[in-house]
Every structure is written in structure tokens, then in C-alpha cells.
């Protein structure tokens, strides 16, 4: 347990605790994200609703953001030689003084594009995000709403199929789609939503295939998972990185993250070749009915395991005590 004081508005000093999280947390948390970060079901749900169920601290946004570079990792493995010719086209072009000249250097420019939405909702809404939006109340509404989006699509996508149309492939992907995938994404940043969900939800709008919308999502979440992690890391690393054991937890779950996530890619990939998305929205209309239940009976408060941290971060850090 660390302690801290920081100076109320009424200029009063009050004491603050912040619980330090277990190794054991972390990698259980670490198995969580890296299954539930590409499937279409909110790993930040999850990261809310398994501390909450079994009696731990919320772990905050900047720990459910920073070990999101695990599964970055994953995606960068899994995806490198997509990521090194797109990387390589957008360079080339730039040495000629040109743009999107090529299929992988448009494609790149796409994903920078449909990266813009969630880069500017999430400055904008950033305080929201780390503490009202983590209510169980938002994250149960979030996943029923996106569940009931998703059903909406599947069903516009089956009367495709019956008609003999075809889904398109990434090597179809337009600007428009691209903006549209774009903010869709932006719309993860309420807990529950799911990024893959949405950006899936947002391909499927536009008539990707299930296979290309997942493989578009897997490249856009490249760059705005990044700027995420960097950015929680660098403004909470007094608190992430407090002590030898903090950051052995966090390297712990990072390469947990990673490998989980890893082994998830190809099985999503596999499955949405041959299947719609039906099973998962079944489970995120079953997830939300069981998180409000247990609210409802008193089980779960909407806000427990919550860390709220001072109104005045700068003081807070500076006084932070073990």
C-alpha cells in the first residue's frame, strides 16, 4: 500500500492510499488482455470487470493502456512484413516527394488517416476516460450497445451473402472507409466499446469481409496503441515504475500480453473466415446482463475497485510515501 497527501481545494492536507498490485494480478490481468484485446468483446471491460468480481483494485487506465504494448507487440510480430513493406512504400514515396503512389504506401497513409479520430477524442475527453467513463453503468450500456450494432451489421451482411455479394478485401479499402473505420474506432474509448469490435462494426459497415475488417483493425490499432502506451507511461511512470517490484509486474504482464495475444490473432482470423461475429455478441449481451445483475443486487457498486487518484497530480506525486 503507498500513501500520499495532496492539498484539497479547501487548501486542507488529506491522505490518499493507492494498493499495490500483486504479481499474480498482473499476469491474471495480462491473460485478460491478450485474449480479450482483439476479440470483439472490450479487453478494458474486462480489465474493469475481472478486479471488481474478484475483490482487486481497478487497475486504471494507464496500466490498462500501458500493457496494451504487449499486445502491440503481438500484432507487430504476427504482422511485420505487412508493417515493413507499407513502412517501405510510405518512405519512398516521401524520397520522391510523392504520396500514396502504391497500394501499401495509400494503405499506410490510411491507417494514419483513420488514426487522427481517436488521437483527438482521446486529448479531448482524456480526464472522462480515466475516471467517470470507468463506471460498470457505462461499461454494461457500452457493451449492449455495440452488441446490438454488431447484430444490426451482421444481419445488412447475411442479406450481402444471399444476394451474391462478396465482401471486399484490404487491397479494396478506400479513404472513405478508412474514415469511417477511423471513427468508429474513436468510439473504443468508452470502456466496454471494444477497438476491434468497433472497427469491425465500422468495416463491415462499409463491406470489408469479416476477415479484412479484422486484419484492417489488426494494422490501424498499430499506431493509436502506441501513443497510448507511451503516453500513460511517461505520465504515470512514477506510479508504474515506483518500485523493482511494480515494474517486474509490468514487464510480466507485457510479455504475457504479448504471447496470449499472439495466439490470438490467427484463431480470430481463422474463425471470422468461416463465422460471423454472432457468438460474441451473444457473450457481450450475456457479460452485461451478469455485470447488472450483480450491480443491481448489491454484489458489484458501479464504481468499485476504482482508483481515484488526487485532483492534484503534481502535489500527489510529490508527497507519494511507502
Not at 38 to 48: E, M
Not at 227 to 247: T, W
Request: charged share 15%; net charge neutral; glycine share 8%.
Amino acid at each position: 500500500m503507498r500513501e500520499g497527501i495532496w492539498v484539497a481545494d479547501s487548501g486542507q492536507l488529506t491522505t490518499y492510499s493507492i494498493t499495490t498490485m500483486s504479481l499474480l494480478e498482473a499476469i491474471v490481468l495480462a491473460v485478460v488482455q491478450g485474449l480479450t484485446e482483439f476479440l470483439p468483446i472490450s479487453s478494458t471491460a474486462h480489465l474493469r470487470i475481472v478486479p471488481a468480481l474478484v475483490g482487486w483494485s481497478d487497475p486504471g487506465a494507464a496500466f490498462s493502456a500501458v500493457i496494451q504494448i504487449g499486445t502491440l507487440a503481438a500484432v507487430l510480430t504476427y504482422f511485420w512484413r505487412d508493417v515493413l513493406r507499407i513502412i517501405s512504400a510510405m518512405l519512398a514515396d516521401l524520397g520522391r516527394g510523392k504520396l500514396a503512389t502504391t497500394h501499401d504506401a495509400q494503405l499506410g497513409w490510411m491507417i494514419a488517416v483513420g488514426t487522427l479520430p481517436i488521437i483527438a477524442c482521446g486529448l479531448l475527453f482524456k480526464d472522462q476516460i480515466e475516471t467517470t467513463l470507468r463506471s460498470l453503468y457505462v461499461v454494461s450500456a457500452a457493451l449492449i450497445a455495440l452488441a446490438l450494432l454488431l447484430a444490426v451489421v451482421e444481419l445488412v451482411v447475411r442479406r450481402r451473402i444471399a444476394e451474391g455479394e462478396r465482401g471486399r478485401d484490404v487491397g479494396e479499402l478506400t479513404w472513405r472507409d478508412a474514415i469511417v473505420v477511423g471513427f468508429a474506432q474513436a468510439a473504443a474509448l468508452i470502456p466496454g466499446t471494444s477497438r476491434s469490435g468497433a472497427t469491425i462494426f465500422g468495416g463491415l459497415t462499409c463491406g470489408l469481409s469479416r476477415e479484412a475488417a479484422a486484419r484492417y483493425s489488426f494494422l490501424l490499432s498499430i499506431p493509436s496503441v502506441f501513443a497510448a502506451g507511451l503516453y500513460q507511461l511517461i505520465k504515470a511512470r512514477a506510479e508504474l515504475l515506483a518500485s523493482h517490484d511494480e515494474v517486474v509486474n509490468l514487464v510480466a504482464a507485457l510479455v504475457v500480453s504479448a504471447a496470449v495475444g499472439y495466439a490470438t490473432i490467427p484463431w480470430l482470423l481463422g474463425f471470422l473466415r468461416t463465422h460471423s461475429t454472432f457468438v460474441f455478441i451473444a457473450y457481450r449481451l450475456l457479460l452485461a446482463g451478469v455485470l447488472l445483475a450483480l450491480i443491481a443486487t448489491g454484489r458489484l457498486a458501479p464504481t468499485e475497485g476504482t482508483d481515484h487518484l488526487p485532483d492534484s497530480p503534481a502535489v500527489a506525486a510529490a508527497a507519494l510515501s511507502r
